[in-house]
């Protein structure tokens, strides 16, 4: 199974923005137990939600995950020039943990 | 506080093996499942395997399933990814990734196949 995000995304500071992550297996849905991480340039990718819309500690308020229609999808309210990075999705397909090809977020 | 080291990247020729190692200090490798997750410039991240937390089941990614094996050492804290037959499009920087959720990630060892 292959999992589609957008190639990139451009948003200006203080906007909102919403990624998206769709699977050619079917609709995406809360038992797939949707991932989404950040991988800022120099850093170590890091996790920002697990089963579709739970936050880790360090996670921003700014960003939420939901299911929209029949995509994984994340949302950055107040984006900030620290935001641009790479956002990946990640899933448990039957046959694998898949990572989606990543949506490239320029803060301009 | 958590962290998470990866060692044992290197350049390596194609055809040859490697041992990758993870460590943690401030938690225990074998408090949940291990990740090994890689980076290939152009291609994102691919989850390379699995092992739980003590080492009695595993997975591996579709794309190197047969070419890699994760084992765990649970009394010294290590999780291993060992690598056989590399090719070149396996340089990358190779992760670690412990706790629930994906929710600790060491900073990587770079691997580089290269003739």
């Known amino acids: 199974a292959v999992l589609t995000q957008e190639p990139s995304l451009t948003v200006s500071p203080g906007g909102t923005v919403t990624f998206t992550c769709g699977s050619n297996?079917?609709?995406?849905?809360?038992?797939?137990?949707p991932y989404w991480l950040q991988h800022r340039p120099g850093h170590a990718p890091r996790t920002l939600f697990y089963?579709?819309?739970d936050r880790h500690p360090w996670t921003p308020a700014r960003f939420s995950a939901s299911i929209l229609g029949d995509k994984a999808a994340l949302t950055l309210s107040g984006a900030l020039p620290e935001d641009e990075a790479v956002y990946y999705c990640?899933?448990?397909?039957?046959?694998?943990?898949?990572f989606g090809g990543g949506t490239m977020l320029t803060v301009l | 506080e958590v962290e998470i080291m990866e060692s044992g990247g290197d350049v390596v020729r194609p055809g040859t093996s490697l041992r990758l190692s993870c460590g943690a200090v401030?938690?225990?490798?074998?408090?949940?499942?291990v990740r090994w997750v890689r980076h290939v410039p152009g291609k994102g991240l691919e989850r390379l395997a699995s092992?739980?937390?003590?080492?009695?089941?595993?997975s591996y990614g579709e794309e190197v399933e047969g070419r890699v094996v994760v084992s765990t050492d649970i009394v010294k804290n290590e999780v291993f990814l060992q690598l056989v037959n590399l090719r070149r499009e396996d340089t990358g920087l190779y992760y670690c990734?412990?706790?629930?959720?994906?929710?600790?990630w060491g900073h990587g060892t770079r691997v580089t196949v290269s003739a």
């Open positions: 990734v412990g706790g629930d959720w994906y929710r600790h």
């Open positions: 297996a079917g609709p995406v849905t809360e038992a797939l137990r």
């Open positions: 990640l899933m448990s397909l039957p046959t694998d943990q898949t």
């Open positions: 401030g938690f225990r490798l074998s408090d949940d499942w």
């Open positions: 092992i739980n937390n003590d080492g009695s089941v595993t």
């Open positions: 089963r579709t819309s």
